[in-house]
């Protein structure tokens, strides 16, 4: 509860709750805000009204214009937002709770067990991310399950790694030593001392990391692998701008929209995500205590 | 510490090896047909019918099972052979070799601006944490870190070669990659800047420097919102530290806690994530390769992806593995430095 | 810092404006492609973007003469044979001859000059002196008709590309596809392993005593009349004339029949001649930088006819559509490929002209596959015709088909998605090849008859339970995607239950459908396919490809299909191919044409169109559709 008050009283971090909110709400109320159309199969399939390919202005039907293709930006950008939490929250969750029980079984038992762990981690980080995304996709078909499960084997090792850096530096760290001096418990020191600050950079870079898994798997769908395109995911609204950045006629924001919407939903997002981020770890952060009316 | 980067290296191997059957076995999971794409890559190629399509598969050793056709590749790699790559046209380590320069100078010369400018401005947001400066730090890089690269890579063309006809996509322009081709130059490094200096041309050089602005920047921008988060949060965590109250207590400078105390430690996490930049950067940066039409590792290592080239793809893993082991060790290495109190292994 | 930053900025500046002052090559002409050269081997080649390399450096014995796919002007033959000038002639027993004079003094870009030590020395003919040129050992790098008759053997008896086999199916008047099944029949064998010398001399001989070599002239024998011989002489890929001296040198095929197996079928980095080159053509091969994706043609000349007007040529392959754009615009390339979509635009803009409306003899369509391949597959959804999916043999019904092909909206298609750059494909078979009508019938967008067939189609099973199908096309290409998205909505509209996911997929994955099994893995794709001569018959024929059971359509369309072609069109493509008069050939393939309609065999959708986007002052490109838009650069040139 003082948590929440001390998160309340901050002003930017009201702002990325607001935000947060705000963003909960459009995804909670999707199927009002953009009614699907009969013939789609999914909600987030987003509908065509026509099939030029250059973008239409905002106007009656399209308050946000049309993509190439004439996909409806509204709706993309409205359903868009349950893909973001979706696919944000849902890599992130699980990728950083594989990634930190590795990292710290590495950096507790140390030796050989955290010399293995490691090189597993290179191993997966030198793996050729797009090349088991592809494979992936050719055996196991296209869809979201499949590009959160790509991004999730190949997005955790920075977890393991960060943390595994940060508890082996506190590990030597006064407090640890005077609390072992004391005769604390290992199991005391390591769940009262080190992990809940050693937790802090992952905290840092997870927050970071949900905002922005939207861009990580529209990368993918841009090379024909993860979700089919006109998909409802704001990154592939503004990998379709890609070809109109130019704009026409020497006029270079006249297709503004394509990228403008998204990309403010993004940055919004991302925005949000980061000052949240921030606040818990103001505030969680034992050492920062009692600083937080700067 | 020797001792611990040797012993690090001596892991290397398992590391290659392991990557290898993991990739194999991805490579195992495709049907034949699946894996022909590679050889056949339209339909022209496949008019041949069932019979001739039967044919190809035999002739690239399709259907063999796993283990011979692991075998096969685990025996050419000894030997120093990674194989040809249909999509490069040229055997795999010919590939690398010729386009790791280009990555190389690319992730170079973007290391200090992407770095140094990360800790410059991570620092000021810290140092004014909570006031107008730390806000504009964090919306200019949050703002990069929303759009795809592509954006600001176009942009950047856009304005700079498209208006302003400053910066031009590509390595060198024609002139000048006439000059660099012709016998009388001797590309030592391949890395035009340098090769320009080592031949004493100054109008390579220029040429060469003028190219890469545009990826530079676009390739700091874009990175630089997770760096300087961390720089900065981490920044504030050590500025709040006990050792910085005295150092303010016993009377020295803000500047001098800044430098001296604060900022060496608050550089350790930044240093972990710097590893990963680098190795991302050497990886080669596909997207930012395809605007500025710049032959890097990255389009090399998409194409061969994209087109299951799984010569072209081990090789690849094998040099970036090895890239990132070096990477890692030196971070680690560099992590101790700086932080005394971690042992090592 | 501010003051680094500064001098930073200041720096850049200079380093920028540093390079205002650049000089554009008035004599090169810059192609940004997003394509790529496979290899310099002209046997080896099968796509259009590989056929540049062998189109420009090497000659064939013809050419296509300008825009017309079926009239052709003299290459390496001195003379276009025809039965008017006697060059053509058939014997009672029904051979027919074809005599090819060839043209003397035609040298390669590398001849064979007698060193003083008496070995043979390969130079560039351009950098030899008059002196020199008088060492050139005759025939090593000078065309003669041997070198002729090894180049076409050579095509056929590597056996890799299907432009290639398709001469080995003129040979052995489609008696044999490729050699491979030649010599499996000939030898009674199953694989080629098992070939024996004798029957791999037998192989050689059928070919070789087909093509005779006289003093000046290459005569060809065929056993019955091919329509298509001249066209497919005159194409870009295997039938370009090699130098056998110099190929031999390289380490290829030495020319004699027991050796040829040796050669077959190579791998890329077995073959010898995979990034050499050696022809007679306007340009050489000054670089093929595979790094870099980029190839340098250079003038040659000492080209037989008039020296290209061009010095240089520079093919780049750059995926960025804006980079291209920019580049154009800017004048640091002359020739870009450009989407469909932006052609307004770049029309439009100063300094630029834009060719449009370049027919090809391709169209695009989306192909009723049945019966599908049905053990556990995802794509037929539960598999029977209740409302969730559908029965493996969906398409069986030609009600099924109808009902299809009357709710796709052609107008969209060409007005929408290809800005009117196109036209309905009114069948396999496009404009400008014989038995194409224009009043041909095609079917139109009519939700209310495509309601009626649907009603009539499985006993009225379809339209009460509706079905759920997967449609399958190739990821990237939007236009096809596009195109599914209108039957999407059309077929929904006329029923809710209609329903069809649309899904794109990776080549790999697509081939795997197509050809990975024995039956097809999906239901419904779009793919484009186009014949390769100008014939509508025969084995690389507009019709054929699509109604013949042995064509590339029935090879991935399932059994059903081709029980279908096989009761219904083969007859008829049997008789017209065997017949010789035009004028009776003619009729015979407006029938096949209208029959494709009347059973609904594919939904034709539209005729494959090209455009070119160059800067004003390119000039001197003639399109041809046969070659689906590959530049012959030859006669073009950059003036003001």
Known sequence: MRTIRQLLRNPLSVVGIVLLLFFVVIAAFSPLLARPEPYQLSPYQIPRDGFWQAPRDPGPGHPFGTTQGQFDIYYGIVWGTRTAFRIGLGVVLVGAFVGMTIGAVAAFYGGMIDELLMRLVDVFMSFPFLIAAMVLTTILGKGIYQVMLSLIAFGWMRYARVLRSEILHIKESDYVQAARASGASNRRIVLRHILPNAFYPVLVQATMATGSMVLAASALSFLGVGTEPGYADWGQLISLARNWIMGKGGNPFAYWYTLVYPGMAIFLFVLAWNLVGDALRDILDPRLRGSTHA | ?345 | ?640
């Open chain 2, 1 to 345: 510490m020797l001792s611990y980067a040797i012993r690090r290296l001596l892991f290397l191997p398992i590391v290659l090896i392991l990557l290898a059957l993991m990739i194999f076995a991805l490579q195992m999971m495709l049907t034949p047909m699946q894996r022909l794409a590679l050889y056949a890559p339209s339909p022209d190629y496949l008019k041949g019918g069932e019979t001739f399509i039967r044919s190809l598969i035999d002739l690239y050793g399709l259907d063999d099972p796993f283990f011979v056709q692991f075998g096969r590749w685990i025996g050419n790699v000894v030997r120093g052979n990674l194989g040809w790559s249909e999509t490069a046209r040229m055997p795999v380590g010919q590939a690398i070799a010729l386009l790791f320069p280009a990555t190389l100078e690319l992730a170079l010369f973007s290391f200090i601006p992407v770095i140094l400018g990360a800790i410059w401005l991570g620092t000021k947001a810290a140092t004014h944490h909570n006031r107008l400066t730390d806000h504009s730090v964090r919306v200019f890089t949050i703002l990069g870190w929303s759009f795809p690269d592509f954006v600001f890579g176009l942009l950047a063309l856009m304005v700079f070669y498209g208006s302003l006809r400053w910066f031009p996509p590509g390595r060198l322009s024609p002139a000048m990659d006439a000059i660099v081709r012709s016998d009388a130059f001797h590309r030592y490094t391949r890395m035009n800047v340098l090769d320009a200096i080592l031949n004493g041309n100054g109008r390579v050089m220029l040429d060469s420097l003028r190219h890469l602005v545009l990826p530079v920047i676009t390739l700091a921008y874009v990175n630089w919102a997770s760096m300087v988060r961390i720089m900065r949060s981490s920044m504030l965590e050590t500025l709040r530290q006990d050792y910085v109250t005295t150092a303010r207590a016993k009377g020295l400078t803000e500047r001098k806690v800044e430098n001296r105390h604060a900022r060496r430690n608050a550089l350790l996490p930044v240093t972990t994530v710097s590893g990963f930049v680098v190795a991302w950067m050497m990886g080669g940066v596909v997207i930012i390769e395809s605007i500025f039409d710049y032959h890097g590792l990255g389009r090399f290592a998409a194409n061969a992806a994209a087109n299951l080239d799984f010569s072209a793809i081990l090789g690849f893993a094998l040099y970036f593995a090895v890239l990132l082991v070096i990477v890692n060790l030196v971070v680690d290495l560099l992590y101790a430095y700086l932080d005394p109190r971690v042992k090592l292994g």
């Open chain 3, 1 to 640: 810092m501010k003051r680094a930053v500064l001098f930073a900025v200041v720096v850049l500046m200079l380093v920028g404006v540093a390079g205002l002052a650049q000089v554009k090559n008035p004599g090169t002409l810059t192609f940004l492609w997003t394509s790529d050269l496979r290899t310099m081997d002209p046997a080896y080649v099968a796509s259009t973007p590989g056929s540049y390399a062998p189109f420009n450096l090497y000659d064939r014995l013809l050419n296509y003469k300008g825009e017309a796919i079926d009239e052709f002007i003299p290459g390496i033959s001195r003379v276009v044979p025809s039965v008017e000038n006697g060059l053509i002639t058939q014997a009672p027993d029904g051979r027919v001859f074809y005599t090819f004079p060839i043209e003397t003094g035609v040298y390669c870009h590398q001849v064979g000059v007698r060193a003083s030590d008496g070995s043979i020395v390969w130079k560039a003919y351009d950098e030899l002196t008059d002196a020199e040129k008088k060492d050139i050992v005759p025939g090593y790098g000078e065309i003669t008709p041997s070198d002729v008759k090894y180049s076409l053997l050579r095509a056929m008896l590597l056996g890799f590309s299907w432009m290639s086999n398709a001469i080995t199916d003129m040979f052995t008047g489609s008696q044999y596809p490729d050699v491979e099944a030649m010599a499996l029949a000939l030898g009674g064998v199953e694989t080629m392993d098992e070939v024996d010398d004798a029957t791999e001399a037998a192989v050689y001989n059928t070919l070789a005593d087909k093509i005779a070599v006289r003093d000046d002239a290459v005569e060809i024998v065929l056993d019955k009349p091919f329509p298509a011989t001249l066209g497919i002489l005159a194409l870009p890929f295997g039938a370009s004339i090699l130098d056998q001296e110099w190929a031999v040198a390289q380490g290829a095929w030495d020319g004699a029949a027991n050796t040829w197996i040796d050669y077959f079928k190579p791998t890329l980095e077995e073959n010898p001649l995979f990034a050499i080159e050696n022809g007679s053509g306007p340009f050489q091969l000054e670089e093929w930088d595979r790094a870099e994706k980029k190839a340098i043609f250079k003038r040659f000349e000492g080209y037989f006819r008039e020296p290209a007007s061009l010095e240089r040529v520079v093919l780049r392959s750059v995926t960025e559509w804006t980079t291209r754009r920019l580049q154009l615009e800017a004048g640091d390339a002359d020739l870009v490929s450009t989407p469909v979509e932006f052609l307004d635009e770049m029309e439009a803009t100063d300094g630029v002209t834009v060719l449009r409306g370049l027919p090809m003899v391709s169209t695009t369509n989306t192909f009723f596959l049945w019966p599908v391949q049905d053990s556990g597959n995802p794509n037929l959804g539960s598999g029977k015709l209740d409302g969730k999916g559908i029965p493996p043999d969906f398409f069986s019904d030609i009600d099924v088909r109808k009902g299809f092909c009357y709710a796709m909206d052609y107008d969209a298609l060409i007005n929408q998605i290809h800005l009117g750059n196109t036209e309905q494909a009114r069948g396999p078979i496009v404009k400008g090849i014989m038995g194409y009508r224009a009043d041909s019938p095609v079917y139109s967008y009519d939700p209310e008859k495509a309601k009626e067939h649907f009603m009539k189609a499985w006993g009225g099973e379809v339209w009460e339970k509706g079905f759920k199908l997967t449609a399958f096309y190739i990821a990237g290409i939007t236009t096809w995607q596009s195109a599914l998205g209108i039957l999407q909505q059309n077929l929904s509209r006329i029923n809710p239950k209609f329903q069809i996911e649309i899904q794109g997929v990776q080549w790999s994955a697509f081939s795997d459908l197509l050809w990975g099994g024995a039956e097809p893995g999906a239901a419904l794709v779009v793919c484009n396919w186009g014949p390769d001569y100008s014939d509508p018959g025969g084995p690389l024929g507009a019709a054929s490809y699509y109604l013949d059971m042995n064509g590339a359509v029935a090879g991935f369309s399932g059994s059903g299909y081709v029980d279908l072609i096989e009761d219904k069109f083969q007859p008829l493509l049997d008789e017209a191919w065997a017949l010789v008069d035009p004028a009776e050939r003619e009729p015979i393939y407006a029938k096949l044409q209208e029959m494709s309609y009347e059973y609904a065999t594919s939904l034709f959708m539209w005729q494959d169109y090209t455009y070119l986007v160059e800067r004003d002052w390119v000039h001197g490109y003639t399109h041809n559709a046969i070659t689906y838009g590959a530049v012959y650069f030859y006669p073009m040139s950059k003036s003001e």
